[in-house]
């Protein structure tokens, strides 16, 4: 998988992530990397990045995490995912590093730190999520 | 609490609800309820409503019901969200039904039924969450 | 499904419940009920009933309600659990009521409210967790 | 904090600790982990320690990594917690390795991986868990 493959996918099949201004950022084995670039349009009062959008943002780290295993599975969707939100995420861009931790044949599981750009030992919030893959 | 006192709150301070096509449904003691209004843009492969705007609108919901307890409190915010896809959410609008189970001086806590408009009783997702009040 | 079935499944298989003072307490379609029956012998300073201890009593909750609707199924495993404390359970019985909200042909998924033997509508913990149904 | 001042508030203050096998491994800045020494007295069919058993383990271990910053707080109690099984934990000890990721005045949150002893680059399970420090 290549990183240039991961963003057609993106463009192509998930256009609402442009939307939320999410972005494939880095793709390694076992490892899936997704950016917000700032915008106030997805803030909240007290300038906070809105849960959401982190969510949002965990979420695709981890369908980045897993293709680095399994290939572009567009089918694959979430099970559960969990999220703590650890420290405000105001006024610049945020990364979300998901470390893929378990691939079988049914069921990826990945955990993810949130971080503002350039700071990556100071989370903003963390979480875990798994996919199931389609028979 | 009164709807249009909510509703007038998310137009004027969480611009990007409207975005995601999230609003006010319901308020009552104890209960908020969010609604999300289908459109395909927010689709993924398969024709899924994406999982991001389903978490936005758990979180939403809980906010909705913490305020019947607490008033407005714009300045809270999400500690921890988790969420189960139980069912496939397709081609309808879904509600969000938060019920809040605790709250304190610091902290709310609120779980969430997702389900398509008018199947109350077969739920697509299963969330949780905790609010943390402002000082 | 009887309770009596049941109870004779946990006595020969999962003799460690006896010891963590966890038994069965109620079974119904869709429904589970666990009793931790007091001692201080799992709790912990301040009188707190120990969270590993509400966590199983949670866990054996989902197994039973999930037998409401698969029958005795003694290699399904638990997929994952989550659990938030919100009330402190000291000095009583503590039960664990769990809803089924969801069985396919290989996950079950429920909800769980703990609350102090007496006092159901004052939950001290609520959790959810997922199952795996051995092929 | 030095592993046997760890030590011993587990032997004094934590009895159960002792029932369940559990036992303080190591101590160090924002670390903590804890050992399950086996026994089959807490395995259940197919021979699987128990859930409840590792989710106690894992509880555990972020209250010894907190201990690493914030010195032993006996009335520290967890807020919530959350646990992903992703093998079988058979037949041997277990290690849960926690890492302290934020501790505020009120709050801390660590995540853990547990593993069988001597395959730390294969987690049986991955949790998180939040801990109240009171007042």
């Given at each position: 998988m290549t990183l240039d493959e991961v963003?057609?996918?993106f463009?192509?099949?998930?256009?609402?992530c442009r939307e939320l201004e999410i972005t494939c950022e880095a793709i390694a084995l076992d490892l899936g990397v997704a950016?917000?670039?700032?915008?106030?349009r997805w803030t909240r009062p007290g300038g906070?990045?809105?849960?959401g959008t982190l969510m949002a943002l965990a979420d695709v780290a981890v369908f980045?995490?897993?293709?680095s295993r399994s290939g572009i599975v567009p089918l694959a969707v979430t099970n559960e995912l969990k999220i703590n939100f650890l420290r405000p995420a105001i006024g610049r861009d945020v990364l979300a590093e998901a470390r893929l931790r378990k691939i079988g044949r049914r069921v990826?599981?990945?955990?993810?730190?949130?971080f503002m750009d350039?700071?990556?030992?100071?989370?903003?919030?963390?979480?875990?999520?798994?996919?199931?893959?389609?028979?």
């Open positions: 963003r057609a996918f463009d192509a099949e998930l256009p609402f950016r917000f670039s700032y915008t106030e906070f990045i809105n849960g980045i995490a897993m293709f990826a599981f990945a955990d993810v730190d949130l350039g700071e990556r030992d100071r989370i903003v919030a963390h979480a875990s999520a798994s996919y199931h893959l389609p028979g």
